[in-house]
């Protein structure tokens, strides 16, 4: 149902000059939701999401494709977002990121480092001064993990 979602509203939110960084998606007993989170290059302001919440709604008003109740929000990344694709890891190459794996990767599943390459099977981070690769498809959470001064 993601990838459904995806094709159906990423033309929506790129014609509106955004970027859909992430949709999450959950059907519920009594109450799923629908999130999306957009990006643009100057930032995305509330208004950016009431904006993009209406042109959404109405496309997905018009095709019905979610069977149950839902809520729809939309909203910023943020400094900590989500990292899933390739692109998503290259943007952010120098940057930290913590990463969980779903089996383990040299004894741990957990990695917090800076990210040093990525392609479109794996990537590479640096953990405790040593290069480590991981890959893509065995990644369960990936996030930036930025440093607060």
Same mark, same amino acid.
Do not use: C, H, I, K
């Given at each position: 149902m993601?990838?459904?979602?995806?094709?159906?509203l990423e033309p929506v939110v790129k014609?509106?000059?955004? !970027?859909?960084?992430e949709?999450?998606?959950?059907a519920r007993r009594g109450n799923g939701f629908l999130r999306l989170y957009i990006d643009a290059e100057q930032g995305?302001?509330?208004e950016d999401c009431?904006?993009?919440s209406r042109a959404v709604s109405a496309v997905l008003d018009e095709r019905d494709p979610i069977p149950v109740e839902y809520t729809l929000e939309v909203s910023s990344?943020?400094?900590?977002?989500v990292l899933r694709t390739p692109a998503h890891f290259a943007r952010y190459i120098? !940057?930290?990121?913590?990463? !969980?794996?779903?089996?383990?990767? #040299?004894?741990?599943r957990k990695f917090l480092g800076k990210l040093l390459s990525? #392609?479109?099977? !794996?990537?590479?981070?640096?953990q405790d001064g040593v290069p480590v690769t991981l890959l893509l498809d065995g990644i369960s959470k990936a996030r930036l993990a930025p440093v607060y001064e």
């Open positions: 993601r990838d459904q979602l995806t094709e159906l014609g509106l000059g955004f !970027e859909l960084w949709l999450e998606y959950a995305v302001e509330l009431a904006t993009v990344p943020g400094l900590d977002r120098g !940057e930290r990121a913590q990463v !969980e794996m779903v089996l383990p990767v #040299n004894g741990r990525v #392609n479109e099977r !794996e990537l590479s981070l640096e």
